[in-house]
């Protein structure tokens, strides 16, 4: 099985900050890869796909990078309403799997 | 809209069974590959099981083969996850998702399994 490693697995940022998250694949997955926010009590939302492509929708502010066995969630600049934990996922073979959850925290 | 919606979870027994469902609106199911996912209380996102557009390929997490059995009724635009031999680790939200890619997801349905 493919093992995904998130780090950090939390942080504590402040409005307007720039966030970084890594995803470390423990083999390769080309690009398929995608990284999901979850609030409490609600189902994750997909942010990006194919590592770097925006879901439609979703604002400017969140990217994603990365190919192989590293990638990165980036905020731009951190809004109230992003305070949330975030996932990424393989999908390059089965069985799927998640790291294990960077949970962003208010500053 | 396109929207998934669970529903069948709820308290059942350990060695009981349980039949989840997941009905579709706003697209055809069936020309859609599926997956079941699962979240304990307070954990991270688990992978249960993906089923094929055609039903004929299915994969399973090594923590429910054997146990679940994922399925889909087209003709009712619903996709199944039938759960056998519930253990207390089984306790969770189970989210079902569109494509290999899980790009939409169900509200989900919390399945506890307790005495």
């Known amino acids: 099985d493919i093992q995904m490693t998130q780090s950090p697995s939390s942080l504590s940022a402040s409005v307007g900050d720039r966030v970084t998250i890594t995803c470390r694949a423990s083999?390769?997955?080309?690009?398929?890869l995608a990284w999901y926010q979850q609030k409490p009590g609600k189902a994750p939302k997909r942010l990006i796909y194919?590592?770097?492509s925006l879901q439609s929708g979703v604002p400017s502010r969140f990217s994603g990078s990365g190919s192989g066995t590293e990638f990165t969630l980036t905020i731009s600049s951190l809004q109230p309403e992003d305070f949330a934990t975030y996932y990424c996922?393989?999908?390059?073979?089965?069985?799927?799997?998640f790291g294990q959850g960077t949970k962003v925290e208010i500053k | 809209e396109v929207q998934l919606v669970e529903s069948g979870g709820t308290l059942v027994q350990p060695g009981g069974s349980l039949r989840l469902s997941c009905a579709a609106s706003g697209f055809t199911l069936s020309t859609y590959e599926m997956n079941w996912v699962r979240q304990a209380p307070g954990k991270g996102l688990e992978w249960v099981s993906y089923?094929?557009?055609?039903?004929?390929?299915?994969y399973y997490a090594d923590s429910v083969k054997g146990r679940f059995t994922i399925s889909r009724d087209n003709a009712e635009n619903s996709l199944c996850l039938q759960m056998d031999s519930l253990r207390a680790e089984d306790t969770a939200v189970y989210y079902c998702a569109r494509r290999s890619g899980l790009d939409i997801w169900g509200q989900g349905t919390m399945v506890t399994v307790s005495s």
């Open positions: 083999q390769g997955v080309r690009n398929d």
């Open positions: 089923i094929s557009s055609s039903g004929k390929t299915i």
């Open positions: 996922l393989q999908h390059n073979t089965y069985p799927r799997t």
């Open positions: 194919a590592a770097s």
